[in-house]
């Protein structure tokens, strides 16, 4: 270990523990030093305490893993934060259950406008599909909705369906509907954005959601006290990230108007997680409108806040038949799926952002989608000549035998959950698998079958989605099991989960060479845990807790 111009004494130092560097070179350690927001040094204990000082602070990780902070590559900050402070419903099973939970918050909630369940299984009552007249049942006279685990799918009862201005429906864009009834009103399961957003912002907290619905401002703009209102929301999701070992995250949203709140929190007391926004292109947009894509691109790019990135969404998800596949449905023969684009528009889209230097990130859950997306990158690639563009799929649930080689050929990241195969964390098993069809599932949730192909792959929660905890993705990755006997080990090790979360998350963002590994002169962005992971066994790993995030070189959470 060389600690040559590290000059005075460390800022802080974390002694005792099991240093994973990620790191080729030196790959264990028992200390890091820090000083001005960087790591100086890496090695033995009694090297790192020669550069305590009588200011330096000491973190004695008592013997637990220490880690390169978690590079959270796939969340929504925004409305992660809001959704906080709804009702969570994951792991509720039975009209009953249903009922109580709906009740019990309702009660609690006497003045809100509108009341929002989140994460309630497609499976909730057994076979029967949920329908505005259960939630009658349930709460007549208030309205109230709730959102499937995938944030796809919402049901709501009567009376947000018609103060919505949906109860007989609405004429949709492709891949949104409102499901309708024998009677021509609404059934009360929605699909997609476009159907469900009218029955949200009864909530009052559309501007939360603008960066996934339009990629819009808000209009009219929020007076001070709303706008302080969203700070308070995003603090809430940076704190939450924080708590749970992430320095980074790469939003899958936005607009400007997130971007100004960061700026807002960062200018104020500065941020406890570094944060990237995209700009959304959605399917209404003319290519003139990346103009806004290159201009907060080029106002906010320091190491703190950034945007440089177009985020797309192809299809829908596999549980309402709204992602797009190749080959139909195996519950459904004669649907595959309406893209978002047609692959011709997704074509000229991506030939646009590219010529730009910007990266890309697209929303594909089907291998259709995935197919054409790839079709894009290539045609990028012929038109504008080949870079290191490192344009990105996101999520790549089912793909196909001839697209796998794709990714690496063509410098693409696939960026994958490890909560989201069924069974593997919260989602269950139907109606996903049923969806699929085993003759496909082999190429689902393929990490391993892509990683061995040479793509880089990179692990994030999709955090509302799924829980954010890094290290129940870990888990899942690690203890991922075949649905059929016949089906290749998709499942990671341990060293290979970690580096999905650290290492691949800093490719994903070009910062390589800063952060993601603990390193003199990266970014002193790190997390302590509550015990050695290497020796835990995998049934165990949910056990294991960030005790300290340290982001630029500060404290941003301690247990």
Known sequence: ??????????????????????????????????????????????????????????????????????????????????????????????????????????????????????????????????????????LPDRPFCMAAPDHHTMWANTKALDM?????????????????????????????????????????????????????????????????ADRDIMRRGLAWCARHGITSIQNMDGNLYQLELLAEIDAEEGLPCRVQIPFHYKNFMTLDMLDKASVMAERYNSE????????????????????????????????????????????????AVDRRGLQIAVHSIGDGAVRAVLDGYEAAQKANGKRDSRHRIEHIE???????????????IASMQPPHPPGAMDFPLEPTVSRIGPARWPLSYAWRTLKNAGAHVVFASDWPVSPIDPILGIQAAVMRKPWADSDPDQSFSLQESLAAYTVEGAYAEFAEHRKGTLKSGYMADLVVLSADIEKTAPADLHKVRPVTTICGGKITYKA
């Open 1 to 138: 270990m060389s600690v040559t111009g590290a000059g005075h004494s460390a800022d802080l130092i974390v002694i005792n523990g099991r240093v994973l560097t990620m790191d080729g070179g030196n790959p264990v350690a028992e200390a890091v030093a820090v000083k001005d927001g960087a790591i100086i040094a890496v090695g033995s204990r009694a090297a790192i305490e020669e550069l305590k000082g009588a200011a330096t602070q000491v973190i004695d990780a008592k013997g637990g893993s220490v880690l390169p902070g978690f590079i959270e590559a796939h969340m929504h900050l925004f409305s992660g934060g809001a959704e906080l402070a709804h009702l969570q419903l994951g792991g509720v099973h039975g009209f009953e259950a249903l009922q109580k939970a709906i009740r019990d918050y309702a009660s609690t909630k006497p003045e809100a406008k509108m009341l929002v369940g989140q994460g309630v299984d497609y499976t909730v009552l057994g076979d029967e599909r949920v329908t505005r007249h259960h939630l009658d049942q349930i």
């Open 164 to 228: 919505a201005g949906i109860l007989h429906g609405r004429a949709l864009g492709p891949g949104n509907e409102i499901v309708m009834g024998e009677d021509g009103l609404a059934a009360g399961e929605l699909r997609e954005g476009e159907a469900f957003g009218p029955v949200l912002d009864l909530a009052g907290e559309g501007r939360v959601r603008l960066g996934l619905a339009t990629g819009g401002e808000p209009d009219p703009m929020p007076s001070a006290a709303e706008r302080a």
């Open 304 to 351: 703190w806040l950034s945007s440089g990135m177009v985020k797309v969404f192809y299809d829908g998800v596999l549980d309402s038949w709204t992602a797009v596949m190749v080959e139909p449905y195996a519950d459904r023969p004669d649907w595959v799926g309406e893209p978002l684009f047609t692959p011709q528009q997704f074509i000229d889209l991506a030939v």
């Open 398 to 412: 089912v793909t196909t035998t001839s697209d796998v080689p794709r990714f690496a050929e063509l410098g693409v």
